[in-house]
């Protein structure tokens, strides 16, 4: 063994807990020799991953995109519906066709390279784009994109099964998580130095660097070391909607895994309120929005590595203890806003509670991970993954309506207490979940 592998397997080793990093469980012995290795490139995939996510924002870069090239309004609303969605929602159709392919990890680089490609096509369209057609094409890319984000996800998670063992899954995602989190910082305070509106020119080299991101994506999948696997079990679009079903019906914990999971999207829609409530009560703009990036890169770092561990030894106590977490933090946001007094005039409290809210929400997304891997066998891993994802993205696009109408209805302060609510309900599912550890 060269001197350079074994200073990775003891950095592996380090990093993961793992006094022997050929002790495996549940994958292949090929596939354990190759793990410290593979543990690494995971980690640089997700790195390059992240950076192209948050350089990327449908929630921050892409609004900024459209006021740039003088698109209509009203095509901002549909930026993360899309973006969330249109990752989500298709991921059933193409885990049959995955589930043909020996070797996944090529599928996750084809979206890869597809996502690189269309955040070039992005740049260019904040060079070139103008109008309602610049608008429209922004919005058709985004579709391209998001569609080969859902390619990707689907093939990761499938190859994270075959090539990280169980107990050592959270620690990668947990690390990762941490890793993003130093570069959603850099990115945070990058964005703190623009003005309201960044020119043409800096939006075009952020989202030059995000393709840049997912080629670093693609070209770390590419070198995954892959042990092929078995192609019985494939399935049309229409087969594995009719399988989906059936394991809905049939299976009761993944049906109650799903409860849980919808109900924990509570987490994940509060955190634009929050933001929102701070920028409503501060009037700061991109300055404010500048440090809730800080913070939530910071959170990230601090928070992702801990659930990581907590994931590998109980992914359900996770989930229950983030439920309660999300009910706590919109709850202390709600409550700031009827305080009296100047300092709730800041952004800076809200800054606070959304840096706890991040940490939660880090929990909610490494314990739910955990969970539907540790839970679905080596043969159904892709389509539970598609399926639960799925079921997600339609979800998404209804109770994410249906919060916007009461956001404009209650206001966002009486939102937040609708969202602790369900986070709550989320809580009590999840601790009825069975362990799969």
């Not at 640089?44 to 921050?60: P, Y």
């Not at 995955?98 to 996944?104: A, E, G, S």
């Not at 590419?222 to 989906?244: C, D, F, Q, T, Y």
Request: aromatic residues 6%; contains cysteine.
């Amino acid at each position: 063994m060269s001197e350079r592998e074994i200073s990775q397997s003891r950095l592996y080793e380090w990093l993961t807990g793992d006094e022997d990093s050929r002790m495996c469980k549940d994958i292949a012995d090929e596939a354990c020799n190759e793990q410290p290795r593979n543990f690494f490139l995971h980690l640089f995939a997700a790195l390059g991953n992240k950076l192209a996510d948050e350089l990327s924002s449908a929630r921050l870069v892409l609004p900024w995109l459209l006021g740039v090239i003088g698109a209509p309004l009203w095509m901002v609303g549909l930026l993360v519906p899309i973006r969330e969605a249109g990752a989500l929602l298709p991921q059933l159709f193409v885990a049959g066709f995955i589930r043909l392919k020996p070797q996944r990890k090529w599928a996750w680089v084809v979206g890869g390279c597809l996502q690189a490609v269309a955040a070039l096509a992005l740049a260019l369209l904040a060079l070139f784009g103008q109008g309602g057609l610049g608008g429209g094409l922004v919005l058709i890319t985004l579709v391209a994109l998001s569609l080969a984000r859902g390619l990707s996800s689907i093939a990761t998670k499938d190859v994270l099964g075959k090539t990280i063992a169980k107990q050592r899954r959270g620690n990668l995602l947990g690390w990762s998580g941490s890793v993003a989190g130093a570069v959603t910082l850099a990115a945070g305070g990058v964005l703190m130095l623009f003005d309201d509106r960044p020119g043409e020119l800096a939006l075009a080299a952020l989202l030059g660097v995000a393709a840049l991101g997912w080629t670093v994506n693609a070209l770390c999948a590419a070198r995954i070391a892959e042990v092929p696997g078995a192609v019985e079990g494939g399935e049309n679009a229409w087969s594995s909607i009719k399988l989906g079903l059936r394991l809905l019906r049939e299976d009761r914990n993944f049906l109650h895994f799903n409860l849980s999971r919808a109900l924990l999207l509570a987490s994940a829609l509060a955190l634009p309120y929050v933001a929102l409530l701070g920028q409503q009560q501060s009037g700061a703009e991109l300055g404010g929005l500048g440090l809730l990036i800080v913070v939530s890169g910071l959170a990230g770092m601090v928070a992702s590595p801990v659930w990581g561990k907590r994931s590998d030894a109980s992914s359900r106590s996770v989930l229950r203890d983030t439920g309660l977490g999300a009910a706590a933090c919109c709850l202390l946001g709600a409550g700031i806003a009827w305080l009296p007094g100047e300092w709730t005039a800041q952004v800076w409290p809200y800054a606070l509670v959304y840096a706890l809210l991040v940490i939660v929400h880090a929990g909610v997304r490494l314990g739910r991970k955990t969970y539907l891997v540790d839970m679905a066998g080596q043969d159904k891993r892709a389509l539970y993954v598609a399926l639960s994802n799925t079921l997600t993205g339609v979800l998404m696009l209804v109770v994410g309506g249906m919060t916007g109408v009461l956001a404009q209805w209650l206001g966002t302060d009486w939102l937040l207490v609708v969202l602790a609510v369900m986070a709550l309900g989320a809580a009590a599912s999840a601790s009825r979940l069975p362990e799969v550890e």
